[in-house]
């Protein structure tokens, strides 16, 4: 293995399984080409980088992403599908309007990071191409933010620091699950391209639905826009996505993408932040007593 590559990881695990794992990147690239060299090489940069920063599947920091991912890949769906539906409708009563000439171009980049996180958190909820689809979504919140910095350039300075927040939070929730350890991640929900495919194609056709049912964003009184989408991915997260929850800290990390979106988006307020989370509270500690419960209760002779 080259030395470099070596030293990203940890002195201890280094001492301990250096060699074993100089031998196994020698055999896996033996006679390789440079696409499985470059392949193999990332796989150690991740693996290194995750024994590094405690979030490996042995540590409490994975397993907690693991349990996080689901629910951060639903949010981010249904996050770019509330904005998509919004643009859309909005471009399309200015469109009716005939006065969608000069937003057009904006409305057009927004609409594309939008689209590209929906289809990526999909793929990456499918299970069949999960980096890629982590990878995309990401790719498309930074690009949609990107395209928020346009119309806000001429505000003053203290008042884009103050979108701060409404920015980052989507690139950076659509980015956790790549913390996620390999050997925990959600086992695929539809396999095969095609199925893949028609899960894209059902989204896509699910957002034009809301579009065409509501272009003037009354529904908005009654949160729908969001929160049908938000059913729609949770459904495709599936029972294994709650079966991970396991313990307070889990469903505490589990409601968090959810919590931050709500808040940085601005559709909830710190009080409304505070009380859900103390509701979290309140159920985390249920939980804890009733499976305390459960490991009290006698066997059967």
């Known amino acids: 293995m080259n030395p470099v590559l070596l030293r990203l990881y940890p002195p201890g695990f280094r001492r301990a399984f250096g060699d074993e794992m100089a031998e196994a990147y020698r055999e896996a690239t033996e006679g390789a080409g440079p696409r499985a060299r470059l392949r193999e090489a990332a796989d150690v940069v991740a693996h ?3 024994l590094r920063l405690g979030i490996g599947s042995a540590h409490a920091g994975g397993r907690l992403s693991a349990c996080a991912a689901p629910f951060a890949l639903a949010t981010t769906a249904a996050y770019a599908a509330f ?3 919004g643009t859309a409708g909005d471009w399309y009563v200015m469109r009716m309007a005939g006065t969608a000439g000069s937003a057009a171009p904006l409305v057009t980049l927004m609409n594309g990071g939008f689209l590209l996180t929906l289809i990526g958190a999909v793929v990456a909820l499918a299970g069949r191409s999960y980096i890629p689809g982590v990878l995309c979504s990401t790719a498309g919140a930074a690009a949609a933010s990107v395209s928020f910095l346009l119309p806000i350039r001429h505000l003053p300075l203290e008042l884009r620091w103050d979108l701060v927040g409404f920015l980052l939070a989507p690139v950076l929730i659509a980015a956790l699950p790549l913390a996620c350890p390999p050997d925990l ?3 695929p929900r539809v396999r095969g391209r095609a199925g893949v495919l028609a899960l894209v194609a059902w989204s896509v056709l699910l957002v034009a639905a809301v579009v065409v ?3 003037l964003g009354l529904g ?4 729908w826009r969001f929160g049908v989408p938000l059913a729609a991915a949770l459904v495709l997260a599936g029972r294994q996505a709650f079966a991970g929850i396991r313990s307070t800290a889990a469903l505490a990390f589990a409601a968090a993408p959810l919590l931050a979106t709500l808040y940085f988006s601005g559709w909830v307020g ?6 859900t989370a103390g509701a979290v509270a309140v159920a985390a500690v249920a939980l804890r ?8 209760t006698p066997n059967p002779a």
């Open 48 to 50: 290194a980088l995750r």
């Open 83 to 85: 904005n998509l539906i």
């Open 185 to 187: 991640r959600p086992a």
């Open 213 to 215: 049912t509501d272009p």
């Open 220 to 223: 908005l009184v009654l949160p």
């Open 270 to 275: 710190t009080e409304e932040v505070l009380t």
């Open 289 to 296: 007593i009733h499976r305390g419960s459960g490991s009290d």
